[in-house]
């Protein structure tokens, strides 16, 4: 299939890269042309705009960092839908609200193209495996006609309802995972001073019945963070923030009060404030063990 990417960040990388493995034709477009430059040297095209990325394929994936990205990829002169996009099929990934996906959809409609929205679960490397989890918002047809290209690149699709519903579903599963960052922070600030190893000390945690799947392939990553190592980020504390400040607006709109969520999201503030916002977000609970809990003021 010919298939176009719209944002060669972590995210559309691993999974251009996922597609050209499946025998896709892709071609990749990214605001910095540079981050695309890795995918054409494996054998994707390179699209000089949004606009000549969907005349050249059938299917547009885009995974881009926020509403603001979402809406200066799709709009403007020559954005995605500035051309002849009748009858194109689109598939947005991007963690955004569920308002941001709705609104999209309208416009995408209005040029008689359609739009499944699909959020993920997963990061970098089950991406580059195909073994993301979906969260798939949109009609039946819609959903139908996505569903194979999905299917190469997740583990497991849940179509949850119309557009919308899948951004729900997203903002959803990653609360208690963000939140769970900073209750590991302040649990190992706990047991720091028995002055145990690092990766003896993780991989405890790792098994018990309060460590969530996550723990099993981060424990290293974690465990070289609180050993004063670091490791390329594949979500970084600012995304992490954004994905809180998003779920926050969320509740807020809906009515509902987050407010474990809305204080790990100060806590995240303050380490962004000490210089980690572009860490991986394994730094996070080796931040708050070493210097976030230990401040007079936190
Ligand atoms: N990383 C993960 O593990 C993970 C997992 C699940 C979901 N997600 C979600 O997936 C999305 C992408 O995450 P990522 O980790 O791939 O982020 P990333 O590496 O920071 O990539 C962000 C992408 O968005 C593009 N972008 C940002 N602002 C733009 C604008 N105004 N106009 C056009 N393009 C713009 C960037 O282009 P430039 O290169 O030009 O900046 C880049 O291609 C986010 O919504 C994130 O929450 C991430």
Redesign the pocket.
């Known amino acids: 299939m010919n298939v176009g990417i719209a944002?060669?960040?972590?995210?559309?990388a691993a999974i251009a890269t996922r597609l050209l493995g499946q025998g896709h034709a892709v071609t990749v477009w990214?605001?910095?042309p540079a981050?695309a430059a890795p995918l054409v040297a494996a054998g994707a095209k390179a699209a000089d705009s949004p606009a000549a990325l969907v005349a050249a394929a059938e299917a547009i994936i885009t995974?881009?960092?926020?509403a603001?990205?979402i809406d200066?990829?799709y709009s403007g002169p020559s954005g995605l839908l500035a051309g002849d996009v009748t009858g194109k099929l689109f598939i947005e990934?991007?963690?955004?609200r569920p308002e941001a996906e709705r609104a999209l959809a309208e416009k995408v409609r209005a040029k008689g193209a359609a739009l499944v929205e699909c959020?993920?679960?997963?990061?970098?490397g089950p991406a580059k495996e195909g073994k993301l989890f979906g969260f798939a918002g949109a009609s039946d047809a819609d959903f139908a006609r996505a569903k194979p290209l999905l299917g190469e690149m997740c583990r497991r699709v849940e179509h949850v309802g119309p557009v919308g519903a899948g951004a729900s579903m997203k903002l959803a599963i990653n609360l208690p995972l963000l939140v769970y960052y900073q209750a590991l922070g302040e649990a190992l600030s706990l047991a720091r001073p028995l002055g145990l190893e690092p990766a003896r000390v993780m991989d405890i945690f790792a098994d018990t019945s309060g460590a969530p799947a996550m723990l099993k392939n981060r424990a290293p990553s974690i465990a070289t963070q609180l050993a004063g190592g670091s490791v390329p980020p594949?979500?970084d504390v600012d995304?992490i923030r954004?994905?809180l400040r998003t779920m926050i607006d969320e509740g807020r709109s809906l009515g509902v009060a987050l407010p474990v969520a809305s204080r790990a999201l100060e806590c995240y503030d303050r380490a962004a404030g000490d210089g980690l916002g572009g860490a991986d977000c394994t730094k996070l609970p080796a931040y708050w063990a070493e210097r976030g809990g230990r401040a007079k003021d936190r």
């Open positions: 944002g060669t960040g972590r995210m559309g990214n605001r910095s981050k995974i881009l960092t926020d603001a990205a200066a990829a990934m991007s963690t955004v959020p993920v679960g997963g990061t970098v594949t979500v995304n954004k994905d």
